[in-house]
């Protein structure tokens, strides 16, 4: 199983998911893409079987600036028949409680639009916030984390979702 993490984070939340997934399934440093400094274009996704998705939720639930390219790309030119697709990223219940981690419901649209298989779903129920694009189904379609409210519960957040992954992924 080939896994390369794919993320942007502004306030360092995500990026610290992403490093936290890096370590929990070995992956190579070269395979973890910061989406500001790392992507190029469309082909990088192709050489994984496994992709896990990270970003901040930013205005009216949109995902992080560095991702409006990529996000183009996939909705034009994206193919992910038989990629197995897990999301991640960092909201505030408080201040957008409205679109608490919506940037990971709008990477399950395109995602799953474009072929890809979601895995990664959680219970919202130890959450706090009035409505988010990543409950799908009555779960968040991934990990959603708060550091500014609910830091108390980032790493078991953390540490659970993980263990879903892997069984998810038979691991």
Known sequence: MNIGIFYASAGGSTKEVAEKLAESFDVDEES???M????????QFEE??????????????????????ALLEIDNEGDFEGKK???????????????????????YQLFTK????????????????????????GKFCGLAIDNHNEADKTEQRIEDWIAVLKSDLGV
Do not use: M, N, R
């Open 32 to 34: 973890v893409i910061s």
């Open 36 to 43: 500001e400094e790392d992507y190029d274009d469309l082909d």
């Open 48 to 69: 994984y079987d496994v992709l896990f998705i990270g970003s901040s939720t930013w205005g009216q639930g949109d995902p992080h600036f560095s991702w409006v390219d």
């Open 85 to 107: 697709v897990a999301f991640f990223g960092a909201g505030d219940c408080d201040k957008h409680g409205e679109h608490f981690c919506s940037a990971l419901g709008k990477f």
């Open 114 to 137: 474009v072929g890809a298989e979601p895995i990664g779903a959680i219970s919202k129920d130890d959450y706090t916030y009035k409505s988010s694009l990543a409950e799908i189904d």
